[in-house]
């Protein structure tokens, strides 16, 4: 506060002040919801405290609404994507990961919204349920599968990709139906092919439109910076801290420099 008086030649009262009035001003997202057709939705925690969802179109590059809510799912946002709608948002693909809440509140809003599982999501998920070093055979050539999955671009490998997948699926099925599945190892791989088959139908939408992202990641480079800035001001009350996220987000579309 003293170095941001000296170089502002205000006194600390003043700029206390100004950083009030902005924290109890809402900001104002002016965008045409009409016109938004292709978004990429994600939430990021902040600790125990909350998580901020937004909702981001990567066409434009502007962020459409942000949310702060207890935790991701349906209960959390179905009032959130109403109020949404209500202002004419009616979007044709969604990029996002695969959490069940968020997923169905959008279908129950949209019934004809295409969902785009997010491809870092499942390979990274998969992978991880699969573990570094695979000891069997089965895991070992699923993770193979799930490594390419990053790098299809085209129908000729998406084809490839379920092919490969299936046909794993159909040398292995009595394995893996005989595996005990008390051991973790063996439930996990079970667990991703599960992620995998639930996955597969909204894997490939970005192949056939180019306007649509394959991953969530321009959001987790987003979701950085805030955090990044919000560090800088931890000692910030919990309402104070929504509205400060709100406000950084507001200067990230207006392409201006964070005022706090």
């Not at 206390?16 to 009035?21: E, H, T, V």
């Not at 969530?216 to 996220?245: D, M, P, V």
Request: proline share 3%.
């Amino acid at each position: 506060m003293k170095e941001i008086s000296k170089r502002s030649k205000l006194s600390l009262s003043s700029i206390k002040r100004i950083i009030s009035y902005w924290l109890n001003k809402e900001p104002v997202f002016e965008a045409n919801l009409s016109s938004n057709k292709h978004l990429v939705c994600d939430g990021t925690y902040f600790h125990k405290d909350g998580c901020l969802i937004t909702l981001f179109d990567p066409l434009n590059q502007q962020i459409i609404q942000n949310y702060y809510c207890n935790k991701e799912g349906y209960r959390s946002i179905i009032g959130w994507i109403r109020i949404l709608k209500s202002k004419v948002l009616n979007p044709l693909y969604i990029s996002m990961d695969g959490e069940r809440g968020i997923m169905r509140a959008f279908k129950e809003i949209w019934p004809n919204i295409k969902i785009q599982r997010c491809l870092f999501h499942i390979q990274h998920e998969g992978c991880r349920w699969l573990r570094s070093y695979p000891k069997t055979i089965a895991a070992k050539e699923l993770k193979k599968i799930l490594l390419s999955l990053s790098s299809i671009k085209s129908v000729k490998e998406q084809k490839l990709f379920i092919y490969r997948f299936k046909t794993w699926k159909k040398q292995f099925k009595k394995y893996i139906e005989s595996l005990p599945m008390n051991i973790k190892s063996n439930f996990d791989l079970k667990r991703t092919v599960t992620l995998i088959e639930r996955a597969l139908p909204d894997m490939f939408h970005y192949i056939y439109d180019p306007s649509v992202r394959s991953t969530t990641n321009i959001l987790e480079s987003l979701h950085s910076r805030i955090k990044k800035a919000y560090r800088q001001h931890c000692g910030l009350s919990h309402l104070n801290k929504i509205q400060f996220l709100k406000w950084f987000c507001y200067y990230e579309n207006q392409h201006k420099t964070n005022i706090f």
